[in-house]
Each structure stands twice: as C-alpha cells, then as structure tokens.
C-alpha cells in the first residue's frame, strides 16, 4: 500500500492511503490525519504474513532531506529506500508488531519539520 501526504486548507497535511489492486491484499489500514510541520501520529495498520508496505511522500508541503525509522520493529523489518519508508512483515510470523518513520526537513514557510508516524502493526496469515 503506499500512503500519500496531501495538503489541506492553510498548510494541515493529510496522511491518505492509497491502494493497488495487488498491494490492497497485503496492506491495509485506514487513513492517518495530522495537521503542522512538527507532529507525532498513530495509525493503524494489517499486514499478511511474509509481505510488506511502502510508503509515499506525495505532497509534503516543504523540503525533505531525510526519512528515518525512529523506532524499529519487534519482529518485520523496516527500513528506507531513497526517502520512502518501508515495512516488510516477518514469513510466518501472525501477531502484533510496532515501528515508527520520521520525516525531517524543512516546511514551506522556512522552520523545522519533524514528522513521526508510528505504526501499531497487526500482522495476519
């Protein structure tokens, strides 16, 4: 699944996943709302045994010089490809997980942006 930063109304992201036809099967979760360049969120998400997860960074409203995984998984791997974070759910494992990615840089307006999605992970066979 690859999940989409939108802008809203007065520089508000919203966090939107978006789903292809072969990734729905894999990855699921429901959307993700913040507002601001300086934010710590919680979501949501189901992933099957063995697959995995990217996600987008369509839209962010500034420069992003960095994404990092601020705190790893317990039992899947996560990690960053070029400045998409990704998740990838242990084979055979069934049960819950957790990992959080941050985005760093700077806003549209010159001031830091810091932005940590933490990800309470289930995964399912």
């Known amino acids: 699944m690859i999940q989409s930063l939108c802008i809203t109304a007065y520089a508000a992201l919203v966090c ?3 789903t292809g036809l072969a990734q729905a099967q894999d990855c699921s979760g429901p959307p ?3 507002n601001g360049e300086l934010a ?3 979501g949501e998400l189901t992933v099957k045994s063995g697959k995995g997860c990217v996600f ?3 839209g962010i409203p500034g ?3 960095e994404t990092i995984i601020s705190q790893k998984p317990k039992t899947g791997r ?3 490809d070029g400045l998409k974070p990704y998740y990838m759910a ?3 494992y069934q049960g819950p997980d957790e990992f959080a990615y941050t985005f760093i840089g700077m806003s549209q307006y010159g001031g830091p942006m810091r932005i940590t999605i933490k990800r309470k992970v289930t995964v399912v066979p």
């Open 32 to 34: 993700i709302y913040f």
């Open 78 to 80: 996560a990690g960053v």
């Open 56 to 58: 987008g960074l369509n």
């Open 90 to 92: 242990k084979p055979g």
């Open 16 to 18: 939107v996943l978006g």
């Open 63 to 65: 420069a992003l010089n």
């Open 40 to 42: 710590d969120i919680e």
